[in-house]
């Protein structure tokens, strides 16, 4: 089983930009599709970009396409969030995750907060 441990979150303002780091340990990562999911207070968690094992392929959800952008390092086992342009609707607690079940056991996740 992997460790998966988030990191990078904060508080901006809107407008403002963090990059979000998750560090993937206990197992081979290289060969794996990765994403990154949030959870809002009272909200289901809910999935925002994915990435090929490569990293030539990635998908975003419609909320955050054109300001996000997911990347990889498969020499040191970490995913990457790239957030621009945070808006108050992106407050969340950010995870990352296998893109597909059976997924790993969640981390603690990170918090962002942007404020408007």
């Known amino acids: 089983q992997a460790q998966l441990i988030e990191s990078g979150g904060g508080l901006v303002q809107a407008g403002g930009s963090l990059r979000l780091t998750c560090v993937a340990s206990g197992r081979a990562f290289s060969s794996d599709d990765w994403a990154w999911f949030r959870q809002a207070p009272g909200k289901e968690r809910e999935f925002v970009a994915t990435?090929?094992?490569?990293?030539?392929?990635?998908t975003y959800a419609d909320s955050v396409k054109g300001r996000f952008t997911i990347s990889r390092d498969n020499t040191s086992n970490r995913v990457y969030l790239q957030m621009n342009d945070l808006q108050p609707e992106d407050t969340a607690v950010y995870y990352c995750n296998l893109a597909t079940t059976p997924q790993f056991p969640w981390g603690r996740g990170t918090q962002v907060t942007v404020s408007a």
């Open positions: 990435i090929n094992w490569t990293g030539q392929r990635t």
